[in-house]
């Protein structure tokens, strides 16, 4: 939708793939400047021209479209990072990217203060996020097909998940991608931990992040708004997108780290 009006400089929407129909028309219809192709088959949509492909899908569509993207020598921003905390995926994908001189990009998303663990990274002792969200926003994470814990039974904040950003991406991959952006800025996905908190009051998806080390310590709390169309999704994860393209099409001075 930025790109279709006009936000961003040097950019131009070339072509929207995804694999159901209805949603393809529905974003198609919401456009006003641009009437890119429409695509359910991806070989399709890989033909059609474009530089960089933004994936705003799932984990799953970058396990399964990642390295075909990168073979066909198009540059590639994730939003769904946590697929990216399988090594031998990222480690598959950053092969192919350097072999075809391609460029992987990851934005801040739903957090802030990327660029000061970047910046801090070798004197990290630990790395903590802890995510709150209302139930409705946690609501259909594959957690819960094994946890005893029951969304509806929640009536007050609650912990309901601790452990490391390997494993909560993989229970919560609609909701803490994040994490994974952290720990692959950081000390890495099997050393940042994470905390899920559902909270029936939460009017915000809340992201508290607490790192330490020999540089002293970092604390960022950001609360968001969600978006409108899926209250998973923070509007700034949106506005990071949006961000980090401008910043690659159309940047003289690049600010941070
Ligand atoms: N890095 C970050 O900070 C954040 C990342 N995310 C992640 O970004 C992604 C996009 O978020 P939203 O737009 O809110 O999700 P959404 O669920 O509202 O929309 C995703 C769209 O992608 C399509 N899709 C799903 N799997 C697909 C596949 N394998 N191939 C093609 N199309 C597919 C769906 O049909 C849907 O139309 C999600 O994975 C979400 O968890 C969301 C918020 C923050
Ligand atoms: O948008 C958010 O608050 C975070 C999120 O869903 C994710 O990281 O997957």
Not at 69 to 74: S, V
Not at 113 to 122: L, M, N, T
């Amino acid at each position: 939708m930025a790109v279709d009006s006009d936000k961003i400089a040097n950019t131009s929407l070339v072509a929207l793939f995804d694999v159901v129909e209805g949603n393809l028309q529905n974003l198609k219809s919401k456009l006003q400047r641009s009437s890119p192709g429409t695509h359910s088959d991806f070989g399709a949509f890989l033909a059609s021209g474009a530089d960089i492909i933004v994936e705003a899908a799932s984990q799953d569509a970058v396990r399964t479209f990642g390295r075909a993207i990168l073979e066909a020598g198009k540059d590639m921003m994730v939003m769904s990072v946590g697929a990216l905390a399988d090594r031998n995926l990222l480690a598959e994908l950053l092969q192919v990217a350097a072999k075809k001189g391609c460029r992987i990009y990851v934005p801040t998303g739903a957090i802030a203060g990327i660029d000061a663990i970047r910046s801090v990274k070798h004197l990290l002792d630990s790395v903590t996020l802890t995510t709150t969200k209302s139930p409705k926003a946690l609501a259909g994470a594959p957690f819960f097909e094994t946890s005893k814990i029951k969304l509806d039974d929640v009536t007050k904040s609650t912990v309901i998940y601790e452990g490391v950003a390997a494993e909560a991406v993989r229970m919560f991959p609609a909701n803490v991608n994040v994490a994974a952006v952290l720990s692959l800025a950081g000390i890495g996905v099997d050393k940042t931990r994470v905390r899920i908190v559902a909270d029936p009051q939460a009017t915000t998806n809340q992201h508290e992040i607490l790192a330490t080390g020999s540089f002293g310590e970092i604390r960022i709390t950001v609360n968001n708004v969600p978006s409108p169309g899926n209250p998973k999704t923070s509007f700034l994860a949106v506005l990071s997108a949006i961000e980090c393209l401008r910043s690659i099409c159309d940047d003289g001075m690049r600010i941070g780290s």
